[in-house]
């Protein structure tokens, strides 16, 4: 029969290496729960740590697992780009999870803790707050750090890094106003996604204050799909601002809207919320709420090593929420 490993332990209790090796070496640091758990499953493999094993269940982690849910969208490569760059100068490995919105989100999550990953980055920003409630108590179960990187939540339960969405759209908004826009409208998707929800609020919170009507357009990211949805619906449509939530559709729409006989910016203005490749290639240059996306993943990244590192205040890093600032990148199309 094959000798019982560390990683056996870890599997049936469904904890960390790092949780087994606290409750081998430093159990006051385990909740009781947790410890009798891992204990128990200790007893019915019969597994007996030796020296070496001890020695590298008591090391530092190295595997981070990375959760989300769509690897298609431009921003999605950027925080993935700043979480790798951090994590390869803490010499950590990265392991990828996807987590669509259509799967069984306790089954996805215990497969990611199943994995043996240390800590958890949660770029997934499609799941609702009842089913991030399920992803935080299996985490915590689990005993694995988690940060949140550009994900929304309508509550202070897991620490985060993101940009104030809501104030960034609010601005821009009073912005367009203060320039006689009255027509203006918020393009965003009838796919749910988290960051959207701040974004929208800011703006509704300008408009109304102005005691303008707000107007959400919701669509797909599908420029196959929102061209002719922005086509049928804009045709004769009195509209001189659009914000929207995405480069990708602000230059979709702005495109449809010059084939309707519309000049941008002398007609309309319009402007985007990421400052992707997209507002470069489009014509004229879209201009952009600016969000640090590379930043978020980078930031995410180190936060996650304090969390993971035993010495670090647990107390005070994991009430974190870190907002990075954003600026407006003006171009042509304002």
Do not use: W
Not at 198 to 210: C, H, N, R, V
Not at 230 to 245: I, P, Y
Request: with cysteine.
């Amino acid at each position: 029969m094959a000798r019982v490993t560390i990683y056996d332990v870890a599997g049936k209790a469904k904890v960390s290496l790092a949780t087994v090796s606290r409750v081998l070496n430093n159990p006051n640091k385990v909740n009781k729960e947790t410890r009798q758990r891992v204990e128990a499953v200790i007893k019915e493999l019969g597994y007996h740590p030796n020296a070496i094993a001890r020695g590298l269940a008591s090391k530092k982690t190295t595997t981070v697992g990375i959760v989300l849910s769509d690897v298609t969208r431009a921003a999605t490569a950027q925080l993935l780009g700043g979480i790798i760059d951090i994590a390869k100068k803490y010499n950590y490995s990265i392991k990828l999870f996807s987590m669509a919105g259509d799967t069984d989100i306790e089954e996805s999550i215990r497969n990611v803790i199943a994995e043996q990953v240390d800590g958890i980055i949660f770029m997934n920003d499609e799941l609702d707050d009842n089913e991030m409630r399920i992803v935080k108590e299996r985490v915590e179960e689990a005993e694995i750090k988690m940060v949140l990187a550009n994900v929304y939540l309508d509550s202070d339960i897991l620490p985060s890094v993101m940009v104030d969405y809501a104030k960034a759209a609010y601005e821009i908004t009073k912005e367009l106003i203060s320039k006689g826009k009255k027509d203006i409208y918020m393009l965003a998707t009838v796919r749910k996604y988290s960051v959207n929800t701040p974004k929208i609020a800011g703006y509704k919170q300008a408009m109304e204050e102005a005691g303008l009507e707000p107007k959400v357009f919701r669509t797909s990211g599908d420029v196959n799909i929102n061209t002719p949805h922005f086509r049928e619906f804009f045709q004769g449509k009195g509209v001189d601002a659009a914000l929207a939530v995405r480069d990708s559709i602000a230059v979709s729409f702005m495109n449809v809207m010059t084939d309707l006989g519309k000049k941008v910016p002398d007609d309309l203005s319009v402007i985007g919320f990421q400052n992707t490749k997209y507002a470069l290639l489009s014509r004229p240059n879209l201009t952009c709420i600016y969000t640090p996306v590379y930043d978020i993943g980078a930031v995410s990244m180190r936060l996650l090593t304090k969390l993971m590192d035993p010495a670090s205040d647990e107390t005070e890093e994991s009430s974190k929420h870190i907002l990075l600032p954003y600026s407006v990148i003006r171009r042509q199309s304002m």
